[in-house]
T-cell receptor
Framework: SQQGEEDPQALSIQEGENATMNCSYK?????LQWYRQNSGRGLVHLIL?????REKHSGRLRVTLDTSKKSSSLLITASRAADTASYFC??????????FGEGTQLTVNP | DAGITQSPRHKVTETGTPVTLRCHQT?????MYWYRQDPGHGLRLIHY???????DKGEVSDGYSVSRSKTEDFLLTLESATSSQTSVYFC????????????FGPGTRLTVT
């Protein structure tokens, strides 16, 4: 079974709007990562947030982590057409393995 | 994708034939991984390596074997391909430990007919 589950499965917005994706997980984690995958390509690492951190920023990306709710969110501000991709959360649990969710498909319309 | 190549990029094979996929890195990273990606399942770990000749099983290892004789190469072998192994296979590497950020190759699309 998947450790991380993204929500929503698909999201369509207009260029310039903000996009928010959520990830829920089941067991305690050491860190949580977000990846992007453009169609037909491999995954690209975006950001890592550790279990003792609550928020992290990287450019137009903002990630929050709420370990009490076992959830994380990825916010992309001022979205661009080039942000169109699938976004995956990945959790690292005991045993140091990454477990990926099924992803959120984001479409940014120009 | 820089520093990681996968070959072949596409392959069509018949049920029962052996298949070997190759992952090659130029980053000298210690950890290497093989994942498969299927609709409805996300990415699932098949096998990983934490050094030359050091490998371990992942979540979906049945029907797959791996070998790592050099730091830069990690081979995934399907001894007798089945239709259920039709998938996109991704190799990834990681520098420090298994749960650090991973860098992915471009993928291999395998179709077993």
């Amino acid at each position: 079974s998947q450790q991380g589950e993204e929500d929503p499965q698909a999201l369509s917005i207009q260029e310039g709007e903000n996009a928010t994706m959520n990830c829920s997980y089941k067991t305690s984690i050491n860190n949580l990562q977000w990846y992007r995958q453009n169609s037909g390509r491999g995954l690209v690492h975006l950001i890592l947030i550790r279990s003792n951190e609550r928020e992290k920023h990287s450019g137009r990306l903002r990630v929050t982590l709420d370990t009490s709710k076992k959830s994380s969110s990825l916010l992309i501000t001022a979205s661009r057409a080039a942000d169109t991709a699938s976004y995956f959360c990945a959790t690292e649990t005991s045993g140091s393995r990454l477990t990926f969710g099924e992803g959120t498909q984001l479409t940014v319309n120009p | 994708d820089a520093g990681i190549t996968q070959s072949p990029r596409h392959k069509v094979t018949e049920t029962g034939t052996p298949v070997t996929l190759r992952c090659h890195q130029t980053e000298n990273h210690r950890y290497m991984y093989w994942y498969r990606q299927d609709p409805g399942h996300g990415l699932r770990l098949i096998h990983y390596s934490y050094g030359v000749k050091d490998t371990d099983k992942g979540e979906v290892s049945d029907g797959y074997s791996v070998s790592r004789s050099k730091t830069e190469d990690f081979l995934l072998t399907l001894e007798s391909a089945t239709s259920s192994q039709t998938s996109v296979y991704f190799c990834a590497i990681s520098e420090r430990d298994r749960a650090h950020e991973q860098y992915f190759g471009p993928g291999t699309r395998l179709t077993v007919t």
